[in-house]
């Protein structure tokens, strides 16, 4: 079973353009938050947070392993592929649950610290200028 919901609403229904003249609106023509909102478009709250200059954080579960972590298993496993041994994604889920028992930390929704399919394909697609599955060549011996 997969982890992907239907969307329940739109996320970003304005353009950035028309958030900059809504700020431009507010501090330079005098409209209220609100006012200013309406008129170009763009939903309160947003402005609100853009004129107080609060961040949002990134939407979903927060990743498993780092930012420096992911990219260290990456490098990782393109320095095996030039070496000449290709990793399967078996080799890759024990590789990963190996360093994450080895360094001592127990993740909830990783059976056994096991990653699943899903995750193995999200880590793929997230480092796909790096990495990608290919079907072995035989090695023809030439006498």
Known sequence: MSNKSIKC???FNYSKDALD???EDYHQCGFLIGEAADHNKVPKRTLDRKLRGVKQG???RPPILTDKEEILLC???T???KWGYLLTRWDLWHLVKNYLDNKGATIVCFK???P???WVACFLGRHEEKLAQR???NIKWHQ
């Open 75 to 77: 490098d990782s496993v």
């Open 112 to 114: 056994d610290n096991l």
């Open 135 to 137: 079907t072995a060549n």
């Open 58 to 60: 990134s939407h979903g």
């Open 116 to 118: 699943g399919e899903e």
């Open 79 to 81: 320095e095996l592929a």
């Open 21 to 23: 003249k809504a700020v």
């Open 9 to 11: 609403r739109t996320l």
